[in-house]
């Protein structure tokens, strides 16, 4: 008997748990761009994305909030809000809510801000060099851990890096919004309601004072690539010249309000 044997080829998007590696992430989802619809989405979901960008801070700032949770080392808890809190900021509004991203419930996390600058002023550099390319609808994911205690334990070095995941193929790479993220050390959030959210996660209060003024570890992520373009794309019906300009006003103002609420007193 001859026996043949037949392999299968098979596709598969490997998603990465960006917050594994935290015991207590703090976590922010931001849209970004003052165009939220791509190339290829029909009239009437056009008009719909448009409509919600007009009603939100992403046709004033180029930014708007998609998810929220930051721990309190006071009370153990996580406060999260999700995507229509964010729709409802106004501009003032969208200042408040990065304040409260950065606040751990004691004092407000100026290493963690300084080094989320650092990367969101290089990320800037890289964007501006990105001929033809265009991001629409897809986000910012910033994480750090809301612990520091356990904030500088997983880079020693401290230096700063960016995940820009863009495919050798002339496609674009797609990495996923983790929509629910946990380790197993906490306890996730199980409300999606507009109005906060408190989740219980009891842990020791004592924290390291040293660790107030060292390089905080934070990761800054490029993610929901559906609906981005570039040049080179196959079957690519849309040619756009120069770097995308809605993107980079979003990073620009994202960076100005932190720039000023880093400079609040201390």
Known sequence: MHAEVFYLAHEYILLENRVSKYEFPCILDIKMGTRQYGD???????????????????????VRISGMQVYHQDSGHYICHNKYYGRSLTVDGFQKALYNFLHDGVKLRYNVISALLEKLRNLHLVVQRLNTFRFFTSSLL??????????????????????????????????NKLKDPQSKSRDKCSSVSSSATLCRKH?????????EHSRAVVDLCVIDFAHSTHSRMPEN??????????????????????????????
């Open 237 to 266: 019906t849309v040619s756009h010249e120069g770097p995308d300009e809605g993107y980079l006003f979003g990073l620009e103002n994202l960076i100005t309000h932190l720039e000023v609420i880093q400079h609040m007193e201390k």
């Open 40 to 62: 290829s989405m029909s009239l009437a979901k056009r008009q719909s994305h448009t409509a919600k960008a007009a009603a939100s801070t992403s046709a004033i700032l180029g």
């Open 142 to 175: 910033i994480i750090y851990n809301g612990s520091e205690q356990f904030s500088n334990k997983y880079d020693p070095s401290g230096e700063p890096s960016i995940t820009l995941q863009l495919a050798d193929n002339g496609n674009v790479g797609k990495e």
């Open 203 to 211: 842990v020791p209060h004592s924290v390291d004072k040293a660790s």
